[in-house]
């Protein structure tokens, strides 16, 4: 099993910034990527940003220049440092781990629990 624990949320005015971090543990034997994706009510689950591990990184479109996401693999721990926040980037941001177990066996996802993020305006 893997193990997700996430932290950094809180609450922050418009156009300031917030630092997410997310800790994987568990028997893990290699991960694939990490990730943030996010949901805000009445909406769907969405990606923000993810990280592979050679290093490349993918964005939605509304956080490129914004947000960065970073990783440090000897820790298993990801983070997502967010700039100029907005409003409308209150959400619940959930970390995502893509995990094998065991050597030669298929990637699984892994979810945290999420982490309430609020932008006041």
């Known amino acids: 099993q893997v193990h997700l624990v996430e932290s950094g949320g809180g609450l922050v005015q418009a156009g300031g910034s917030l630092r997410l971090s997310c800790a994987a543990s568990g028997s893990i034997f290699s991960i694939d990527a990490m990730g943030w994706y996010r949901q805000a009510p009445g909406k769907q689950r969405e990606l923000v940003a993810a990280i592979f591990s050679g290093g490349s990184t993918n964005y939605a479109d509304s956080e490129k220049g914004r947000f960065t996401i970073s990783r440090d693999n000897a820790k298993n721990t990801v983070y997502l440092q967010m700039n100029s926040l907005k409003p409308e980037d209150t959400a619940v941001y959930y970390c995502?781990?893509?995990?094998?177990?065991?050597?030669?066996?298929?990637?699984?996802?892994?979810w945290g629990q999420g982490t309430q993020v609020t932008v006041s305006s």
């Open positions: 995502n781990a893509v995990a094998r177990l065991r050597f030669g066996a298929l990637p699984l996802n892994w």
